[in-house]
């Protein structure tokens, strides 16, 4: 008889219900827009086949090098954030003197948000900031380095923003890795380099390629400070301003329900080349008894 | 056997983790060859000793000597001490012959020379026909075999192993003893082994150091510490299951006549005994008789396990004391017993 153990043993029960207000956020927040946008996007404003906007979009170099422009930012800065937050998390993984001070310092810029950094990032590194009045006082320069109001100003602002990100997510990968595999490769006679390279960084790296894919994903659609330290009609026109343009300054809704299509698949596809790298690691437990 | 040695010397070695002191001055001499065994509850000490002694953790006091040379200043990559686990700490994400190959791999051992010797240490531990395998595929007493591998297959100084069985189910825990010790006796590599178990320690060491919150209690050979234990502390750590408090009535030479459980017991003193001083007697339930005689308790048989051959019995005495017996007489709880021990099994220590 199929009763109330045979639902059991297939995980139906009461508890289930948990699952219902995540659904419903999952279908009316994520699901369904996102499927609106789909559909919309095949229904170009100004007329022409099903695929329109798509073309438009690729024939287009102002709105096709978006694309490329947003990589050229996004790649790097995730690259920066993971490659910088490994040794900061190892140094401070264990129990370490003030770990939770540091700690707390290193996550603070999560809770500035955009602006603020910006404006920070404007009054340190601006013509007339600390950085270049330094580099003009001991005579480094002659002219103040352009460090904001270009690529590199937005580069800072994601590195700044996503970092905490990467280190908070390092550190909880590193911490889950048993500290006794590393004093067995000591007795063994490994130093802390080849401890590094040959025990934590092997069991780390399925970590670090899940870090990688989330502060890309982030960095990828950057808005604000694209707008605030960048030079949104140039070399920082990254693919969501090109999509807020197309749908709110042009009121092009179906064209930017493209461009925003387009921005998913690039990081669909950035996320499927790592996690298809990453599926050739070892990924089992990181834990003494293996 | 590697570079022989002539003593591994930890002299008044002291460790402070913040307010709590884990060692006061270890002073220990392993001779090279030798098979020691530190012993204690949880919390006396001994894994640091180990850890202090593998270089794993910093001394707060004291000097480590192998011969004339200072080692407790070297890294544990420059000791050349061979450790085991108690989780084993295997390396999840290598095979069984890469895991075991790594302390040669760390010490550029060439390539040839490396799988001889890695196989060699398998053959050694009867793994050869699991090397492919990753550890996750192991069984728990299949992976103490791969860690005792890898930390002999580079022919270290010392082993260090602390509490390598105490994640086995009883069974695995006697083989992998016996395969222990015959790696020893064949191998002959000096070996510091940190227990709770005496069972463990007395089968296995040459040489038993029992500490006790940091302090070392007794050092000696298995029999002098099983035979004639220190204090009290490593009587009830050796088995002397009861320890009970007693007051000296006479002293004649190295006998001793003591009030204990309301009724009057000859015994033997350990150590300084005094007249009207508060002692404490220690009895094994092994040494404990049945039947009316000399040296005799009394009281009411409470509780009765079945051991096979044996029963372990615990009989509530006249005066309210538990006191634990085994014995292969058939009891049952209800029974009123007379009891009797020997008067050299009835050891009186200062309490």
């Known amino acids: 008889m199929k009763g109330r153990h045979w639902l059991a043993e297939r995980g139906v029960d009461r508890v289930l219900l948990l699952l219902v207000p995540g659904l419903v956020f999952v279908v009316g927040l994520f699901a369904y827009p996102v499927l609106y946008g789909l559909q919309l996007s095949f229904q170009p404003k100004e007329g022409g086949g099903f695929f329109e906007n798509y073309v438009r979009f690729f024939a287009d170099p102002y709105l096709r090098d978006t694309i490329w422009i947003t990589l050229r930012l996004a790649l790097p800065a995730a690259l920066i954030n993971v490659v910088a937050s490994v040794p900061v998390a190892y140094r401070l993984r264990g129990r370490v003197r003030g770990k939770r001070f540091l700690t707390t310092v290193l996550v603070v810029p999560i809770t500035l948000g955009t602006v603020l950094t910006a404006e920070g990032l404007i009054g340190y590194l601006g013509p007339v900031g600390w950085f270049n009045k330094i580099l003009l006082g001991i005579g480094l320069i002659d002219e103040p380095l352009r460090l904001v109001h270009n690529y590199w100003g937005v580069l800072f602002s994601l590195i700044i923003t996503g970092f905490p990100f990467a280190f908070l997510l390092t550190l909880s990968y590193l911490s889950g890795i048993d500290p006794s595999l590393e004093k067995a490769a000591a007795t063994l006679g490994a130093d802390w380099w080849r401890r590094f390279r040959y025990v934590t960084l092997p069991l780390l790296a399925p970590g670090l390629a899940i870090t990688f894919c989330l502060t890309f994903v982030l960095a990828f659609s950057v808005f604000p400070s694209a707008y605030l330290v960048g030079l949104p009609q140039g070399e920082t026109r990254v693919i969501s301003i090109a999509a807020y343009e197309s749908a709110f300054r042009d009121s092009d809704y179906p064209l930017g329900s493209a461009i925003a299509m387009i921005m998913a698949v690039v990081m669909v596809v950035v996320v499927g080349l790592v996690l298809l790298w990453r599926s050739t690691l070892y990924r089992g437990a990181t834990g003494g008894k293996g | ?351």
Request: net charge neutral; aromatic share 6%; proline share 4%.
């Open chain 2, 1 to 351: 056997m590697s570079d022989g040695f002539a003593s591994l010397r930890m002299e008044n070695v002291r460790r402070v983790f913040g307010e709590q002191t884990a060692l006061r001055g270890l002073d220990l001499s392993i001779s090279g060859g030798e098979f020691v065994a530190l012993l204690g509850p949880s919390g006396c000490g001994k894994s640091t000793a180990l850890n202090c002694l593998a270089g794993l953790l910093p001394l707060s006091g004291g000097q480590i000597f192998l011969d004339e040379r200072r080692i407790d200043l070297l890294p544990p990559e420059r000791r050349d001490f061979g450790m085991v686990f108690q989780n084993y700490a295997l390396f999840p994400h290598m095979s069984v012959r890469r895991n075991v190959g790594f302390g040669l791999v760390m010490r550029r051992v060439a390539r040839g020379e490396r799988e001889r010797r890695v196989e060699q240490a398998l053959r050694l531990v009867r793994l050869t026909d699991h090397a492919h395998k990753f550890p996750a595929q192991l069984s728990g007493g299949q992976q103490q075999r791969v860690a005792i591998a890898r930390a002999i297959v580079v022919e270290p100084r010392v082993v260090l192993m602390d509490e390598p069985l105490s994640n086995l189910d009883a069974a695995l825990r006697l083989e992998m003893r016996t395969e222990i010790r015959r790696l020893h006796q064949e191998l002959g590599l000096t070996t510091v082994y940190v227990t709770h178990d005496q069972e463990e320690a007395l089968a296995l060491a040459d040489r038993l150091v029992v500490l006790r919150e940091g302090e070392v209690q007794q050092i000696g050979t298995p029999e002098e510490v099983y035979a004639s234990p220190a204090n009290r502390y490593v009587a009830g750590f050796m088995g002397y299951r009861n320890v009970i408090p007693a007051a000296v009535s006479a002293v004649a030479g190295g006998g001793v006549v003591v009030r204990a459980a309301g009724a009057l017991l000859r015994g033997v003193a350990q150590g300084g005994v005094g007249g009207g001083v508060d002692v404490v007697v220690a009895v094994r339930p092994s040494d404990v008789a049945v039947g009316e005689g000399e040296n005799a308790l009394r009281g009411v048989v409470e509780i009765v396990e079945y051991h096979g051959r044996e029963q372990a019995v615990q009989v509530r005495l006249d005066d309210g004391t538990a006191f634990h017996v085994r014995t292969g007489t058939r009891l049952a709880p209800g029974d009123p017993v007379a009891l009797t021990v020997p008067a050299q099994r009835v050891l009186v220590f200062a309490s």
